[in-house]
């Protein structure tokens, strides 16, 4: 208690006195189209997150890949979103972001970092370590950030695991604000689980990504995508699972 007390005191301070370079934040936001979106308010709130994140997230990127100051901002803002109202300290207790140029093959080691390329079939365009980073596709993280209508973005995704992991394994519960009991959530949320499940087996359609049916942590990772994006696409299928998702993330999209 003590500690998040202290750490809240350090990042009011912080930002007291920090900004963003300014042409490069109007890059970023513009990249994003969020301009018109955002109130000036929402606007404030979203460029102090982004001023936390690139404070305290260690962005590493690899192979030759260079991030400009505007493509900081268009990551920071992105992962951002999503602890709108969660607040930061939601991403608190893990510190890197590996950003591969395009989509990468990995193989965890056993500290839970990327080796590179060629070790393991399979590519990525981000992954989320449980305990550790994020290892994100450069080029995924563009295409995701330019549309952010269309239901997918790894940005999202990845970060939505992360929240899942703040209570340690990811199984589609991430820390709940006082006002969900993991009853709520375990309800509404496995029920939808099961169903798409089933509704997949049986060959019945849905919108949703069947990625989604992987295991309950892809399922709260791919609907935070279409909660983030097309929250109409849960809400045609899963209405109680729309609902619980706007009691956990609260964005304002949805009110
Ligand atoms: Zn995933």
Avoid at 214 to 234: G, Q, S
Wanted: hydrophobic share 40%; with cysteine.
């Amino acid at each position: 208690m003590l500690m998040r007390m202290w750490k809240d005191w350090r990042r009011k301070r912080f930002l007291a006195g920090a900004q963003v370079e300014e042409a490069a934040w109007r890059e970023a936001l513009e990249r994003l189209r969020v301009c018109g979106r955002l109130s000036p308010e929402q606007q404030k709130r979203i460029r102090e997150l982004s001023l936390l994140f690139l404070r305290e997230k260690r962005i590493t990127p690899l192979e030759g890949l260079v991030l400009s100051q505007a493509d900081l901002y268009f990551l920071a803002v992105q992962a951002c979103a999503l602890v709108f109202h969660l607040g930061f300290s939601a991403y608190d207790g893990w510190q890197t972001v590996y950003v591969f140029p395009s989509i990468f093959r990995e193989k965890a080691s056993e500290e839970g970092r990327p080796l590179g390329r060629g070790e393991l079939p399979g590519h990525l365009a981000g992954l989320a370590q449980q305990g550790g980073a994020v290892v994100l596709a450069w080029t995924q993280v563009e295409s995701g950030g330019e549309d952010l209508d269309d239901g997918s973005n790894v940005v999202f995704h990845e970060f939505a695991h992360k929240l899942d992991m703040q209570d340690g394994s990811p199984n589609g519960v991430p820390i709940l604000p006082a006002d969900i009991s993991p009853g709520d959530w375990q309800q509404v949320f496995a029920q939808a689980f099961d169903d798409f499940r089933r509704k997949l087996e049986s060959g019945r359609k849905s919108r949703i990504d069947p990625y989604a049916a992987t295991d309950p942590a892809e399922f709260f990772a791919v609907l935070t995508e279409y909660y983030m994006e097309r929250p109409e696409v849960i809400g045609n299928e899963y209405p109680e699972l729309l609902a619980l998702l706007q009691r956990y993330y609260r964005i304002d999209h949805l009110d």
